[in-house]
């Protein structure tokens, strides 16, 4: 990720994007992901040669007629818009960002969740530091194949956002995952959202599909991002079930890598700014009435960085994939 010594200039009519969740954020001299009012992001393209492979690999997506590997692949992922030039520097472009559609969107109360996938999350060029603090990260990897990288989640209890770290997701292990950390993703109140678990779990199911079938690319350190819409009225919600008070006295013990958000927070503010434009006093926000926000759910796969060519099936990123969607199907059966 670039480097600035001072704040870095934004291109105009955008902000840091209040809803992401892991990788490189805007400060510290960091641009990160930026929200732009049109429905889109812009995601800075990391020096090389990672941010002009991911950009590769979106041209190629988007501009393939004939290759239906690729066709398909493109309602898997974000859609891109192309590329964005920043400020200059004697007519040379110092930034370039992808433009992509913004999957959170205008939800009301956002829950968001990146999933990096497969065993190993470095790619054949990796040095052998780059490999050691990869695999230091998050041991339990090896068995999961998958691992939480951050968590973003309305508690429709405490009626705010509240942010899991990166901590949180480390302390993760093969037994806890299931629900203290899928669990707890799905979990509002005393609930699970067994509706969007089970549409999660059929994305899932149509992405593995695509991975079984081709054998053009092997995705490291690839994401999916998780984003659903906690509404209000749970009960509304059908095949919803009790948590377990356990489970709960377990979460207590985790109490410290999670952060109530303040609401001088950006998110917190955009969240208070939907309720202003369209609530009615019971805090249902009304431009539900009108559009599927209040039930919604979606998958995409994300971060590019590290997808290199291939003659095999990507094992790395199935295995992973496939324990995925039986550890769903558990918290369904629960
Ligand atoms: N299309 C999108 N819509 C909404 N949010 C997104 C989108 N793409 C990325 N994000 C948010 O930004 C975060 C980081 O995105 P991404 O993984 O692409 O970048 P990164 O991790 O900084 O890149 P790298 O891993 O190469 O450093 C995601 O976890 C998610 O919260
Ligand atoms: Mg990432």
Known sequence: MSKFLSSPQLPPGTKPLPTQVAGHKYGD??????????????????????????????????????????????????????????????????????????????????????????????????????????????????????????????????????????????????????????????????????????AVVDKLKSIETWFLNQKKYAFYASSLLLVYNASVDITEAQDIVWCSEEKEEKLDSMEDNKIDLNYESDINQTYDRLKEEGSDETGNSSFNHNNPDRSFVDVRMIDFTHVFPSEDRDENYIFGLQNLIKHLQSLLDM
Do not use: W
């Open 29 to 198: 001299g960091n641009i990160g992901c930026l929200e732009v009012d049109d429905g889109t992001i812009l995601k800075l393209v990391q020096n090389p040669p990672n941010g002009q492979r991911e950009l590769d690999f979106y041209d190629e997506i988007f501009k393939s007629t004939y290759d239906n590997t690729l066709i398909e692949l493109r309602s898997f992922v974000p859609e891109f818009h192309g590329v964005i030039h920043g400020e200059t520097n004697g007519g040379v472009a110092k930034h370039q960002y992808l433009k992509l559609e913004n999957l959170i969107k205008k939800l009301s109360k956002p829950c968001v969740l990146d999933i990096k996938m497969g065993r190993k999350t470095y790619d054949p060029e990796a040095s052998p530091e780059k490999v050691a603090s990869q695999i230091a990260k998050f041991p339990p990897v090896l068995q999961l194949g998958y691992q939480f990288t951050g968590m973003l989640k309305f508690d429709t209890d405490k009626n705010k956002m509240v942010k899991y770290d990166k901590y949180f997701c480390r302390k993760l292990t093969e037994k806890t995952m299931l629900i203290d950390g899928l669990g707890e993703f799905f979990r509002q109140g005393k609930y699970y959202r067994k509706d969007y678990i089970q």
